[in-house]
């Protein structure tokens, strides 16, 4: 796959934050800027470009690692096809296609295909001057410079031009913005504030130099910008199409909804809702016309996904579960790339809310059923994490540590112990912290005595999702603890979200899962202004973290390497968010693909990607 389209898949998820059901592979809502490899997820989940020696040099291959993350396939290339891509799922995508609208990692694994990335990435998700656009970062006067290339077009043939680049600050920051991306990193531009309040027609810290520059202006640079955080925007938006749409109106209209007009390789052609589309070949792509005819992307529930990729319906599938493995081990017709994932599953505790007027948590631990840190604790210590781990996903996950994954290993705590299972432990917290079984029936009632209950939100999927929430819940009541599900089942993937987000008060745990991008910064995700805070949990301390972590004394490696793993402690200590696994992303790749690479440093490029002349490729097995 492209570097844009796995580095999309790997920055989108730059705060994107995917969420994903922690009991199942659901994807996450991505957050903040993705990042822009020109692959995530993408990350994006979820970007891409490289230089013909990139596609042609073999990627490394860790000695030590699980999967391959490359695979060449003999026989001749036909010329043109169609790339047949099965996205593992269970419900309708939203089809927002849109990358300051879209909501989740995928929508956000479809757009890597079309990609309006303006950055490339290299191996450590930082930005470099190979894509569309460089950057030139004026540390001193907290200046950034983005230069794009000359003869860049859409895909309906416009050049690219600077206003493209305004184009979505401007949406962002605007009053009526239905979007989650206005958030304290984009707050960081020069009068982005004063824009949003009505106090501007525009954002002051926004000038266009010339035909090929644009000067942005922050108030504070951190090391983050190199790795499209502070908030620099990464994506370009068509003005030439959306400039005229009113903003609240924009997530329904045609232009994000059925027709968008974007920079990458294939053409988003034609939609059918919730279910596929069909891309084709992009003639007006910067870095030439694609090998391929076209990409048909098509939603297959889990149930079936085994079987057809056994026929050979499909040539890759994405969003796959790592719970199917073992029934798709031996096919002889595929090969199973793998990596780490920039991803981590969680429980989350509702201790707030979230003030949309004002765009800023509410926290009110005092006032939260899960307010009492020692009963969090306890529910983290009572989760037999590592079993989940062994027998529902083959030992593809494990067990998390941290809300940092270590796919980030400069900023990683790996000294950090996590809530490792230990019944035991979770008890004795419960009893200090005052919930005891007062009337002998082996549930704990609530510290004056009353029933406890616990309204616990998890995602719907197949069978293994839904026997991973009772386990969870069995192993909650092996303490004591009463968890019912909200609504009484498990909840389909947009509903949960949409509940979480508006602090339905039928929640008051949940299971998610974050994709988080290329960005390592937490800001998008934690702070007292960030939407995705889904807790709702904030503290003075907390806050003068991330500030930390995305402050100018963060330039120097060592002190931003502290702040992280002062974070990193503080939020295992308080527990308003606990990790459970991080896992392994896998990508079944049918033998009819040539080429395909998925290492983060060096992606196939979109472009280049063929198919052999065998039709379709069966397995025997």
């Known amino acids: 796959m492209s570097k844009k389209l796995w580095g999309l898949l790997a920055l989108l998820l730059a705060f994107m934050l995917v969420l994903a059901a922690c009991t199942g592979d659901e994807k996450e809502t991505s957050s903040t800027n993705e990042g822009t490899k020109t692959e995530d997820t993408t990350k994006s989940e979820g970007n891409e470009e490289g230089t013909e020696e990139d596609a042609e040099e073999p990627a490394a291959e860790d000695s030590d690692a699980l999967f391959p993350l490359s695979v060449e396939n003999e026989g001749d290339a036909i010329s043109g096809g169609t790339l047949k891509v099965a996205m593992s799922k269970d419900e309708p995508f939203q089809g927002i296609f849109s990358y300051v609208l879209y909501e989740d990692a995928y929508d956000a694994e479809i757009l890597a295909y079309a990609s309006n990335s303006l950055f490339e990435t290299d191996g450590d998700f930082l930005l470099t001057d190979e894509g569309i656009a460089s950057i030139e970062v004026d540390q001193d006067n907290n200046k950034v410079l983005v230069k794009i290339r000359e003869g860049v077009k859409w895909s309906d043939g416009e050049p690219l031009k600077i206003e493209d680049l305004i184009q979505p600050y401007l949406i962002i920051g605007h009053k009526d913005y239905t979007g989650v991306r206005y958030d304290v990193d984009f707050q960081n531009i020069v009068g982005a504030v004063e824009y949003h309040d ?38 370009a938006e068509p003005s030439h199409i959306v400039k005229d749409i009113p903003v609240a109106e ?29 891309l084709v070949a992009n003639e007006n792509y910067w870095k030439g016309k694609p090998k391929l005819d076209g990409v048909l992307i098509k939603v297959v529930p889990t149930s079936s996904i ?15 579960n790592a719970s199917k493995m073992e029934e798709v081990k031996d096919f002889d017709n595929i090969d199973i790339l793998g990596r780490q994932e920039l991803y981590y599953s969680y429980l989350g505790f509702k201790l707030g809310k979230y003030d949309y007027d004002n765009s800023v948590v509410v926290t009110d631990v005092e ?20 079993q989940v781990a062994e027998v529902f996903y083959n030992n593809l996950r494990e067990r998390a540590n941290s809300l940092i994954p270590p796919v980030f290993a400069s900023f990683y705590d790996d000294s950090l112990e996590g809530y490792t299972y230990d019944p035991d432990k979770a008890a004795a917290l419960l009893d200090e912290a005052g919930f005891k ?9 609530d510290k004056e005595g009353k029933p406890f209950e616990i309204k616990f939100a998890t995602m719907s999927g197949d069978d293994v999702a839904e026997d991973i929430t009772q386990f969870y819940i069995q192993n909650w009541k092996d303490v004591g603890l009463n968890v019912t599900l909200t609504t009484g089942r498990t ?39 960030a939407e995705y805070n889904f807790s709702r949990y904030s503290s003075d301390f907390l806050e003068e973290t991330l500030t930390n972590i995305d402050s100018p004394k963060a330039f120097d490696a060592d002190y931003r390497a502290e702040q992280f793993r002062a ?3 503080y ?51």
């Open 437 to 445: 079984d007062v009337d002998g029936d082996g549930i704990r009632e």
């Open 198 to 235: 009505g106090k501007a027609d525009t954002i002051s810290g926004l000038k266009k130099l010339d035909e090929t520059t644009l000067e942005i202006s922050f108030n504070k640079l951190s090391p983050a910008i190199f790795s499209g955080g502070d908030g620099i925007w990464t994506y």
């Open 571 to 621: 939020m295992a200590e308080q527990a308003p968010i606990i990790p459970t696994m991080y896992r392994y992303e896998l990508v079944p790749v049918n033998k009819r693909v040539k080429n395909w690479n998925i290492d983060y440093a060096n992606p196939t490029e979109l472009q280049d990607i063929e198919l052999v002349s065998d039709t379709a490729v069966k397995s025997t097995k």
């Open 367 to 386: 006032g939260s059923k899960m307010g009492d840190v020692k009963l969090r604790q306890a529910m983290g210590y009572a989760l037999d994490v590592e």
């Open 491 to 529: 909840i389909e993937f947009n509903s949960f979200y949409d509940k979480v987000q508006a602090d339905d008060p039928e929640i008051d745990i949940f299971m998610a899962a974050w994709g988080t991008g290329t960005n390592p910064s937490p800001a998008g995700l934690y702070s007292k202004t």
């Open 567 to 569: 974070w990193q402690e």
């Open 306 to 320: 085994s079987v057809a990729l056994q026929q050979g319906e499909y040539d890759v599938a994405i969003s796959f």
């Open 250 to 278: 924009l997530v329904e209209s045609d232009a994000v909804r059925k027709n968008p007009v974007t920079l990458g390789a294939f053409i988003i052609d034609k939609i059918v809702p919730g279910e596929s589309v069909q």
